[in-house]
């Protein structure tokens, strides 16, 4: 099971950015596919997850009606796409694959390399 996420970059407070998690070995119809961010100095924090079942979607209160997560099962890619951004979302954001939208990073067994975002104020 290989996650590539991608997408990250330099962007200006307000702006929008699209990050995208490829997946190998992994159907993301199957696996449940959450997003983590990890700001300097503090622990990883669930962002997102949607369900493969149902398509279900869920998101941190910290990024609820700013932030939407999709798929697209013909490309077993899933997006997060990031608008409003403020300079607290700086960080690197990972994407991650289980069998449930666990909302601690422990409960994924899989995980991408994760990608850089930065938001200047």
């Known amino acids: 099971v290989q996650l590539q996420a991608s997408g990250g970059g330099l962007v200006q407070a307000g702006g929008s950015l699209r990050l995208s998690c490829a997946a190998s070995?992994?159907?993301?119809?199957?696996?449940?596919i959450g997003w983590f961010r990890q700001a300097a100095g503090k622990e990883r924090e669930w962002v997102s997850c949607i369900r493969p079942s149902d398509g279900s979607t869920y998101y941190a209160d910290s990024v609820k009606g700013r932030f939407t997560i999709g798929r697209d099962n013909a490309k077993n890619t899933v997006y997060l796409r990031m608008n409003s951004l403020k300079p607290e979302d700086t960080a690197v954001y990972y994407c991650?694959?289980?069998?449930?939208?666990?909302?601690?990073?422990?409960?994924?067994?899989?995980w991408g390399q994760g990608t850089l975002v930065t938001v200047s104020s």
């Open positions: 991650a694959a289980d069998s449930m939208c666990w909302r601690t990073a422990s409960g994924y067994e899989h």
């Open positions: 070995g992994v159907t993301s119809d199957y696996y449940t």
